[in-house]
């Protein structure tokens, strides 16, 4: 391409803290969030006419972490089709050459609000089981492709006004094939899975932890499972655990007895009407 050709397709401007080089055809950007990995902005798409998020990845080949995570979400988004899995647009760099090389801008579709807006919300039954069964939709397809989101989090769920939900952020997903060494350092703290935490081998199930973590955070608007670190996390998982497993216990001691109560009852009306 033309040098003077492709610089007249791209312009300059800042957002927040950053300066987006974008394509003529996003207008009107406008900063909606930010990340470790990246700045996300609302655009304008001029071709599509319809709004767009536009993600920069401000130089993700810096080394090979941030490498392997901005490589892991373009392949997994290009490849990954589902109504509840996020789509991506475009993908596109401002920089003419490998040496000038630097950022990466991921066109995806724009949504209303993550799952941390919505969480504050008073939702009734229905929306909640609507919003639970998306989520597993969309990892059930993930999972049948191979694929281990490791960072489930309301961050990286978001919902349009009509209770669309879409998964989000694949830099930290793996194939299950890759599964039996993983690190330990995936997930959002308050969203890892024992296994992941103690460093052991795990699978798929990993994200289904990390589901119901967030479905009762939606329930009890705050977090199950909340710690400084992970052995604080880790003390609250086992003190959970106890306590449901003492309430189970007294619950399941207080029915035996009613029933052998009944049973007494019944056996003491046979023989003495």
Not at 10 to 34: A, C, E, H, M
Not at 113 to 141: P, T
């Amino acid at each position: 391409m033309n040098k003077n050709k492709r610089e007249r397709e791209f312009y300059s401007l800042d957002v927040g803290d950053s300066t987006f080089t974008v394509l003529k055809r996003y207008q009107n950007l406008r900063p909606i969030g930010s990340g470790a990995q990246g700045i996300v902005c609302s655009a304008y798409d001029q071709n599509l006419e319809r709004n767009v998020a536009i993600k920069k990845l401000s130089r993700p080949f810096q080394n090979q972490t941030h490498a392997k995570r901005a490589y892991r979400e373009l392949v997994l988004m290009k490849c990954v089709n589902h109504k509840n899995i996020i789509g991506l647009l475009n993908v596109f760099t401002p920089q003419k050459s490998l040496e000038e090389f630097q950022d990466v801008y991921l066109v995806m579709e724009l949504m209303d609000a993550n799952l941390c807006q919505v969480i504050q919300m008073e939702l009734d039954h229905e929306r909640l089981s609507y919003l639970l069964y998306q989520m597993l939709c969309g990892i059930k397809h993930l999972h049948a492709a191979g694929i281990i989101h490791r960072d489930l989090k309301p961050s990286n769920i978001v919902v349009k006004s009509d209770c669309t939900l879409k998964i989000l952020d694949f830099g930290l997903a793996r194939t299950a094939a890759t599964g039996l060494l993983m690190t330990p350092y995936v997930v959002t703290r308050y969203y890892r899975a024992p296994e992941v935490i103690l460093g052991m081998g795990y699978q798929a199930n990993v994200d289904i932890w990390s589901v119901g973590c967030i479905l009762a955070e939606m329930v009890r608007h705050k977090i199950l499972f909340p710690g400084r670190d992970c052995i604080l996390a880790s003390f609250k998982m086992l003190l959970h655990t106890l306590l449901f497993l003492t309430f189970f216990c007294f619950f399941f001691l207080e029915m035996l007895f009613y029933c052998c109560w009944c049973a007494a009852q019944w056996e003491v009306g046979v023989v003495l009407p």
